[in-house]
């Protein structure tokens, strides 16, 4: 059984810095290239960040690119985030995604998908 397993959440002032962590098991994670994307309420699910499965190709949403930081270890089968200078427009639920697809940032191109944790920035 697949399970991607966020965790790093919480409630922090703008400007702060966060680090989410995904761990996954049930698959072979250093075959599965893996992204980070974000839902706000009232808003469609969108992407932030995804790394090919050696950790050579990275791309970034333009709304964090600068601020936050994808990153993966293929011996812990995990992915991270990590999230600086904060904005409350960052606010969201964040979830970490996996997918055999190269290159690809589309939500329907991830097989697998993490319950969520939520990332709270106030003014």
């Known amino acids: 059984q697949v399970q991607l397993v966020e965790s790093g959440g919480g409630l922090v002032q703008a400007g702060g810095s966060l680090r989410l962590s995904c761990a996954t098991s049930?698959?072979?994670?250093?075959?599965?290239?893996m992204a980070w994307f974000r839902q706000a309420p009232g808003k469609e699910r969108e992407f932030v960040a995804r790394?090919?499965?050696?950790?050579?190709?990275?791309y970034y949403a333009d709304s964090v690119k600068g601020r936050f930081t994808i990153s993966r270890d293929n011996a812990k089968n995990s992915v991270y985030l990590q999230m600086n200078s904060l904005k409350p427009e960052d606010t969201a639920v964040y979830y970490c995604?996996?997918?055999?697809?190269?290159?690809?940032?589309?939500?329907?191109?991830?097989?697998?998908w993490g319950q969520g944790t939520q990332v709270t920035v106030s003014s």
């Open positions: 790394i090919s499965w050696s950790g050579a190709g990275i």
């Open positions: 049930g698959l072979p994670f250093s075959s599965y290239a």
């Open positions: 995604a996996a997918t055999t697809r190269y290159g690809s940032s589309r939500l329907i191109d991830f097989e697998y």
